[in-house]
Every structure is written in C-alpha cells, then in structure tokens.
C-alpha cells in the first residue's frame, strides 16, 4: 500500500467513524425525546445545515425499537470527535433527565 493509500484509507476510517459518532447521538436523542437538531443548534448556533446530522436522522429507529446507549458513551464518542460544545449540551440535558427523574 502506497502512503497515498494509507492516508485516503485513514480519511475513509475517520469520515466512517465520525458517521457513526454523529448516528449514537441521533439514535439518543430519539431514545430520549430530545429533538437532535435543536440540541445541535443550541450547541452550534452558527451552523444551519448538517448534511450528516440529517443522514443519521434518517437512519435512527424508534425508541421501542433501539438499543439503549449509555450517556458516558455518547459523552465519550462526542468528546473523540472534539465536539465539546455539542457534549456539554448533551451533558446538561442529561443532568436535566436526572433531575427530572429523582422529583
């Protein structure tokens, strides 16, 4: 394999992942009732359009029908990506849900 081959295949990789980074969130807000593109904007107030966001929410299926995803592993996949705006308005939202359920 040539380094040029090495390097679009490290791109590859990471757009893949960061895809399915982007998916967990879309698929815990769904689980969760949060609107994603609200939360979105409310940690990126600048960016208008996420073609990637709008792909994941396509792809996300109802709450019966998913798979519980853990709060520390949205944190930690949002973190990854260095989206620590967007983590610390999960985060909020994840302690809003917490205090919600101790009332």
């Known amino acids: 394999m040539t380094p040029n081959e090495k390097s679009k295949q490290v791109i590859e990789n990471y757009q893949r992942d960061e895809k399915m980074m982007i998916l967990i969130y879309a698929q815990w807000c769904m689980n969760h009732g949060i609107d994603a593109w609200e939360l979105y904007t409310e940690a990126y107030p600048e960016q ?9 929410l396509e792809l996300t299926v109802p709450q019966n029908e998913a798979m519980e995803i853990a709060d520390e592993t949205l944190l930690q996949a949002l973190q990854l990506f260095g989206n620590e705006d967007l983590a610390f308005a999960v985060q909020k939202k994840m302690e809003q849900r917490k205090g919600e359920h101790s009332n």
């Open 48 to 56: 208008k359009a996420n073609d990637a966001l709008q792909e994941a």
